[in-house]
């Protein structure tokens, strides 16, 4: 991924503050630890709607320009943030929602179920969809593991074409 500066610091500036700030030579305040950033190292947002406009301007026009896409990210430390990014941007597509659940069902009926249905889809592990997983028609997917291969790999990006069922004719998918 390019890295875009969008403010007046030049880029070679940029690269040199984030690097002393991953080093860990940024000087800190003696009194709480802090580190003080720069006010030209970053933009200040105050919500997350905010930084998704600002990361992705006009999304609802060039969510199609996969090239567009791939020059932009939002990284986010919990998984519960990056379910809430994901739902604004999805808001921003044109289309309605589409709503994929989780398989919960017992593989071997001899097991005793140990937990109820209601606490596992209520569980949102690392490296794994949401319960239910909202989508809407072009929007971008990524294929974080692939249990199947050597036909896809871990990392491929796509675009949904068109909604339906796993084994259904109309389940298509465009790889970007």
Avoid at 61 to 74: F, H, S, T, V
Avoid at 78 to 94: G, M, Q, R, S, W
Avoid at 129 to 158: E, T
Wanted: hydrophobic content about 35%; glycine content about 4%.
């Amino acid at each position: 991924m390019r890295v875009r500066v969008l403010g007046e610091i030049p880029f070679e500036n940029f690269t040199k503050q984030l690097l002393s700030l991953g080093d860990g030579k940024v000087p800190t305040e003696l009194t709480s630890d802090l580190i003080s950033i720069p006010s030209d190292f970053c933009v200040p947002v105050t919500s997350l709607k905010e930084l998704t406009r600002h990361v992705f301007p006009d999304i609802s026009n060039k969510y199609r320009d996969y090239n567009w896409l791939c020059e932009r990210a939002i990284l986010a430390l919990k998984n519960e943030n990056v379910n809430i990014i994901n739902e604004i941007i999805l808001k921003n597509l044109p289309g309605n929602f589409i709503t994929y659940k989780s398989v919960d069902a017992v593989m071997a009926i001899e097991q005793p179920v140990i937990y109820p249905t209601e606490f596992l889809n209520s569980l949102n592990s690392p490296g794994m969809p949401p319960h239910m997983l909202n989508l809407k028609v072009s929007s971008s997917i990524m294929l974080l593991v692939n249990l199947d291969p050597p036909k896809l790999y871990s990392g491929i990006r796509f675009c949904q074409q068109v909604y339906g069922q796993r084994n259904s004719s109309n389940y298509s998918y465009r790889q970007y």
